[in-house]
């Protein structure tokens, strides 16, 4: 964002990371999302199963990093992200992926911010994802969409914690 107060030079600022916007786009980046799990689920069980082994090895990964005591803020957010851009890229259709690329880096600092602050937060995660690889193998489009918005909508409300207690001033 661009901002001149006083006449002056005009200087760059940066958007506070708020509550509500962070619940926003997860809830938005979490529809799109399980749009394309649901798309996953609809697929036949040979092309369901490359789909869940691309997310399952991401997961299984990031289980390791939750479990082996030196858990990595990057590595997280790195293997988090594969999981989810698994399910997009091998079940959205085009146009989701097109608006899932166009939205996704909307949340991107919120989802920095959250690996940061969430470390000891990992196998709640790895719970969440595994249950959503349970209801694309089962097949249900319902069910899956529904598990993949609930971690979006879950980290919303967690990272909504961590913004109500650090304030939304961006100053920390």
């Not at 490359?50 to 997280?76: E, H, K, P």
């Not at 694309?136 to 609930?150: K, T, V």
Request: net charge negative.
């Amino acid at each position: 964002m661009l901002s001149s107060d006083d006449g002056g030079p005009t200087r760059l600022t940066v958007a506070p990371l708020t509550r509500d916007d962070g619940k926003e786009i997860f809830e938005i980046v979490g529809q799109l999302e399980g749009m394309a799990a649901a798309g996953a689920a609809r697929l036949s069980q040979a092309e369901r199963e490359g789909v869940i082994q691309a997310m399952a090895v991401a997961n299984d990964q990031l289980r390791d990093v939750g479990t082996n005591g030196s858990a990595d803020r990057m590595r997280f957010f790195e293997l988090d992200s594969a999981f989810h851009k698994a399910c997009v890229a091998e079940a959205g259709s085009p146009r989701l992926r097109r608006l899932h690329n166009a939205v996704k880096p909307q949340a991107e600092r919120y989802i920095r911010l959250y690996v940061t602050a969430l470390l000891d937060q990992i196998a709640v995660s790895v719970e969440e994802h595994e249950a959503l690889l349970e209801e694309i193998r089962a097949g249900d489009p319902e069910r899956a969409h529904r598990a993949m918005f609930l971690n979006w909508r879950n980290a919303g409300l967690r990272l909504d914690g961590i913004i109500a207690s650090l304030g939304e001033q961006g100053s920390w």
